[in-house]
């Protein structure tokens, strides 16, 4: 498999701050991970730089296989939630003075509450440590539990973030344990539990989807009730991994943007280099 050559437009920012260093020494004092690292983010140095990065809990290896995914899929038993770390992570965002507060996880189907429960805890622990912060969390479809979701929302997050990453179609063959429909419940069931509570999704183009799938998505997403979007390009991490099927062009990330607030979504952030979080603090 071949890369695709990639265009200018993908250029990456620096990586060789002091405050990305900074950052850097932060995260190993406290013993935490970012997806930034974990998924190869070409954001890291720019985002790392500004002071910020999207903590990454629950482990570093995931119970399913997404074909676009740089995180390490789990081969055996994987280890228990560590009770300490939502302190740790509170400790980690108030000594790099963070206003805004991302937290995701790798899915952990592997736990009874797919670890909703230690989400709630690190939100509690980072909404003690710092009140004035907002607080976005990224997490799994849980199954579609609403149990779990309740966990979740009676932690009382400031945004609730949950990726379609593709359009329905694409699903079974990229994103293999997950189902389209289940993504979507999840973001409307979330919107019952917790009606004030903004709700936030993310697609990645390039990964072979047509542009009438893309608005299908967006629609589904409005009807839902989501009002916050990000749309960023797919970058193929390894040979092995889901392949490039094209490069979307700043323009058309431009045309995506006017066409969602059009849709009567709220804040839409979308760029060839964007992702969830990227540059979430200003959304
Ligand atoms: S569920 Fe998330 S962390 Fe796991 S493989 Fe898929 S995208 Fe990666």
Redesign the pocket.
Known sequence: MTYKKKPSWLRMPSRGSEEAAKVRSILRKYSLDTVCRQ?MCPNLGHCFGRGTATFLILGNQ?????R????E?SEGVLAEPDINEPLRLAEAAAEMKLSYVIITS??RDDLPDGGAGHFARTVEAVRKMIPVARIEVLT?DFRGSEEALKVIADAGPDVFNHNL?TVERLFPDV?P??YYRLSLEVLESYGRLSPSTPRKSGLMLGLGETKSEIRSSLEDLREKGVTMLTLGQYLQPSRSHWPVDRYVTPEEFDAWKDEALSMGFVSVASAPLVRSSFHADEQ
Do not use: F, H
């Open positions: 998924a995931c119970t399913r296989s997404c676009y995914c740089a995180i899929r790798v899915t799994p990453e994103r344990e997950a």
